[in-house]
């Protein structure tokens, strides 16, 4: 059953109960001993479990009738797995995964699905600096394309956010016109300095909870070579919107294959681990498209868990989250934690 954990995975988690108060995440802590096991997911209220198969029933990826409603005091995780060659497994069950919650296992698995289906909402965010003027027709190309293929009409939405000097939301806002995106996409026009993180806050804005009553699978894909230059928010303000909105960070590291130790690239790495997401290389035009083509078959292979935490407050406070998988040689990647919620004041 979910246990403890340390290792990273896409994971995204949902209150009922949403406000944050301010603070920095603390590093990942080191593993610790197994937890005791999770109870059963049948197990408990029945009543409080609607919609919520056992982890031996899990969902199919085709199955549309499967949704998910904001429970309180509930995380719900997204997740994916890698085996030793790169490999992604999507063939886990609950007993295959532990799970530690702020040091302490949950005390209840809610659901659990292989391959989940939850709705998609994605923030594509496209650095249109002067840096990247000589390739940007490319990146919209594959940029639409991706959209293309992996957007589903009826259940997923997307939006572009266009950053060079300032940030700009284009077109419509959240959509499930994939036509609609296509033609955002392909107006772009590149000129300025690069505010990439602005761009981050106002991705994270738009994806917080607040504005979500089912549970989805938020995700920020970044296409920069991560040198931040114009921005009015620092680095710590977007890992921290980021991580208040749920949402895993995919970043396409378009530096120039002539520099051999990009500055921009340690900065992609420490936005992508903290939010369990991963920087893949498109520092060519053909590594562009296989990145895309990686970012794909992520979200088709994730896993969705929902759990109770074991003494929740409603203090603000951050929590981490570690998990591992009991197979040899997997690797899962996850956010390092999660907000409490604030408490509510009486008026």
Known sequence: ML???SIGVVLCFGFSVLGYSQGRPPARPDSGAPGRPLPSPNEGDAETMEMRPPSSE??????ASFTISKQVDEVNLILSVTDSKGRFVDNLTADDLNLLDN?????????FQARTNLPLSVILAIDVSSSVRDRLRFEQRAASVFLKHIMRKDTDEAAIVAFGSSVQEKGTG???????LDST?????AGGETAMYDAIVLAGRKLRPAKR???????IILITDGVDTASKASLRAAEEAATRSEASIFALDANSIYETDPKGRKVLDKLTHETGGLVLSARENSDLKDAFGTIEKILRSQYAIGYAPSELEADGSFRSIDVHANKHGLMVHARN???APRPVVPR
């Open 337 to 339: 934690g999660y907000y």
């Open 213 to 219: 009553k089912a549970i989805v699978r938020p995700v």
């Open 103 to 111: 040091h302490k296992p949950p005390i209840k698995l809610n659901y």
């Open 3 to 5: 246990k403890i954990i």
């Open 174 to 180: 959240m959509t499930n016109d994939a036509n609609v």
């Open 185 to 189: 996409i392909r107006s772009l026009q």
């Open 58 to 63: 899990l969902a199919s990826e085709d199955d």
